[in-house]
Each structure stands twice: as structure tokens, then as C-alpha cells.
């Protein structure tokens, strides 16, 4: 069964200072990685995703994610992290057309 | 501009009423989502549909009804048999195609006490 750990509920960094949050699936073949972010009482909006390819993705807002096989993880990273980047990042993996599941997500604070 | 819009943001029941929840989206898009959220537990699928007058169970489909009558809508019912309805409502749409970006709406925010 597919599944997707965000094994960090809750982080805080300096603002400027890098970021990486941690992503791992289980899924038995390749499959389609998204990151989504949410500011508090919003809607969610794509980050990045991950088809095929290139493993080292680029996003909005500064954002890139690497895509490793062998450890079945899809890290988002930020070299400089501003205070509007606050927000719950929630990682995600496509299964079928369909099939859409999320991680428990990661609360990011950024403090000044 | 193109988007998925929900109505209202904020919504007060009384246990034992049914509530409904709307979605509209004006992306052209033949599947829609409806999705529950919970702090600490992400988002679970409730409905989706793929094409007008049609659609299937998610994961957590008890307690809740859905209706595909026009592309553009799928509005959500939120039944009494729904035994922790409080929560924060998502609503979805995208292509139908395998890799499609999943669009969200802005969410509605349901409490029933």
C-alpha cells in the first residue's frame, strides 16, 4: 500500500538561514511527488512535483526538491528561508489518475 | 480569472442538521475532490468525481453525500450520520489525466456543536 511520512511535525529556523524538510513514500513503482504549501485557514497551492527525469526539481518561490530513489524520499529544500514562508508544507504522492495522498505535514515557523 | 471558489469560508450547525457544502470551478477541469482535514492527520479523500453524474467514495465517505449535476459544481452534504463533522473542508479539481495537478479552492472552515 502507498503511503507518505513527514517525520518532522513541526520546525523552526532563522530567517535566512537554509531549510530541508523531509519526505519519504512507499510505493511499489516510480511515482508522481508533489510538495504543496498552505498558509493557516487557505487553501493549498503546488510548490513542485515530480515526474520523471531530471531528480532535482525547481519550484515557486525559491523551492527545489531532490528525488531519491534509493531512500524513496523527495526532500524539499530552500537555501535562504524568508518569514512568508511560514506556512504547513505538505508533501504528497500520485498513485493513479486519481489517487492522491497526502503526508501528515510539516508546520514551518521562521523566526526573525 | 480561472479558480476554485467555496461557500463560506465559516459555517455553524447544530448537531443533527444537515449542512452543504458548495464548490465551483471555472478550470474547465472533469474531476473534482473533495477533501477532509484535521490537524496532525493531513487530508483524507471524502468523494471524488471524474465526469457529470458520476463519482466515488474516498476514504472516509461515511457520513457525507456528493452530487455531480454540472461540470462546474460538486457540492458536498455533510449528513447527522456524520459522527465528528467538525473539521476543515477542501475542495479539489484537476484533469483526469495520470500526473494532473490537483487545484485547491479556498476551503470552508465547518463547526457543529
Known amino acids: 500500500a502507498q503511503s507518505v511520512t513527514q517525520p518532522d511535525i513541526h520546525i523552526t529556523v532563522s530567517e535566512g538561514a537554509s531549510l530541508e524538510l523531509r519526505c519519504n513514500y512507499s510505493y511499489g513503482a516510480t511515482p508522481y511527488l508533489f510538495w504543496y504549501v498552505q498558509s493557516p485557514g487557505q487553501g493549498l497551492q503546488l510548490l513542485l512535483k515530480y515526474f520523471s527525469g531530471d531528480t532535482l526539481v525547481q519550484g515557486i518561490k525559491g523551492f527545489e526538491a531532490e528525488f531519491k530513489r534509493s531512500q524513496s524520499s523527495f526532500n524539499l529544500r530552500k537555501p535562504s528561508v524568508h518569514w512568508s514562508d511560514a506556512a504547513e508544507y505538505f508533501c504528497?504522492?500520485?498513485?493513479?489518475?486519481?489517487?492522491?495522498?497526502f503526508g501528515t505535514g510539516t508546520r514551518l515557523t521562521v523566526i526573525p | 480569472d480561472g479558480g476554485i471558489t467555496q461557500s463560506p469560508k465559516y459555517l455553524f450547525r447544530k448537531e443533527g442538521q444537515n449542512v452543504t457544502l458548495s464548490c465551483e470551478q471555472n478550470?474547465?477541469?472533469?474531476?473534482m475532490y473533495w477533501y477532509r482535514q484535521d490537524p496532525g492527520q493531513g487530508l483524507r479523500l471524502i468523494y471524488y468525481s471524474q465526469i457529470v453524474n458520476d463519482f466515488q467514495k474516498g476514504d472516509i465517505a461515511e457520513g457525507y453525500s456528493v452530487s455531480r449535476e454540472k461540470k462546474e459544481s460538486f457540492p458536498l452534504t455533510v449528513t447527522s450520520a456524520q459522527k465528528n463533522p467538525t473539521a476543515f473542508y477542501l475542495c479539489?479539481?484537476?484533469?483526469?489525466?495520470?500526473?494532473?495537478?490537483?487545484?485547491f479552492g479556498p476551503g470552508t472552515r465547518l463547526t457543529v456543536t
Open positions: 479539489a479539481s484537476s484533469g483526469v489525466r495520470f500526473g494532473g495537478e490537483q487545484y
Open positions: 478550470l474547465n477541469h472533469d474531476a
Open positions: 504528497a504522492v500520485q498513485t493513479g489518475a486519481n489517487n492522491l495522498f
